[in-house]
């Protein structure tokens, strides 16, 4: 099957620093990636749509200046958290779907990350 | 938007005995409804999917069931045991439209006692 791997899997900050997650696509080529948020014991929220090459799409309440989501190839996808702060801290978790014109791209499967857990000091 | 919406939170069961979870969706274009499962700290996996093609779906103790009328879909495992135990969501898509956004439910904590 196809393989989303995540990185890093988990790390502490300093309140006010930025943070990196890299989500990428490792026998596959993806088209759109989606990024999730998920606070303990409660489900996946999610907080943005990135297609490769252009602008992401962010879902309501979520603010795009503070997570800055970068799409630059079909293989990656970048979730930066500016100026983290304690209510930042969560799990947050990747997932992708092929590009058009495969067997699998509409079939709807989306394929998870591993998920990186964030604590903010 | 789409709006799922998932039954019970909770649920404890006796092994063997059976688990019935139920989502309802609001958006009657959503055509594919996938079930994860996700153990603590783990990413979601998925279990079995259904298109809205279909009514009904099995997979060994695992069935999926699916009501496009009443916009609603039931997840069914069989002979439960207790590394069934999780945290059990649905989901809701449509595919064709160009994204594959995926609305969770809020989840079901499943328990089966031994």
């Known amino acids: 099957g196809a393989v989303v791997s995540q990185h890093p899997s988990w790390v502490i900050c300093k309140s006010g620093t930025s943070v990196k997650i890299e989500c990428r696509s490792l026998d596959f080529q993806a088209t759109t990636m989606f990024w999730y948020r998920q606070f303990p014991k409660q489900s996946l929220m999610l907080m943005a749509t990135?297609?490769?090459?252009?602008?992401?799409?962010?879902e309501q309440g979520v603010e795009k200046d503070k997570f800055l989501i970068n799409h630059a190839s079909l293989t990656l996808s970048t979730l930066t958290v500016t100026s983290a702060h304690p209510e930042d801290s969560s799990f947050y978790i990747c997932?992708?779907?092929?590009?058009f014109g495969s067997g699998r791209a509409n079939t709807g499967e989306l394929f998870f990350g591993e998920g990186s857990r964030l604590t903010v000091l | 938007g789409e709006n799922v919406e998932q039954h019970p939170s909770t649920l404890s069961v006796q092994e063997g005995d059976s688990a019935v979870i139920k989502c309802t969706y609001s958006?009657?274009?959503?055509?594919?409804f996938p079930w994860y499962k996700q153990e603590l700290g783990k990413r979601p996996q998925l279990i079995i999917d259904i298109r809205s093609n279909v009514g009904e779906k099995k997979d060994q103790r695992i069935a999926v069931t699916l009501n496009k009328t009443a916009k609603h879909f039931s997840l069914h495992i069989t002979e439960t045991q207790p590394e069934d135990s999780a945290v059990y969501f649905c989901?809701?898509?449509?595919?064709?439209?160009?994204?594959?956004?995926?609305?969770f439910g809020a989840g079901t904590r499943l328990a089966v006692h031994p």
């Open positions: 990135s297609n490769e090459g252009s602008k992401a799409t962010y």
């Open positions: 958006d009657s274009a959503s055509n594919y």
């Open positions: 989901a809701a898509s449509n595919p064709p439209r160009g994204y594959n956004k995926l609305i």
């Open positions: 997932s992708a779907r092929e590009v």
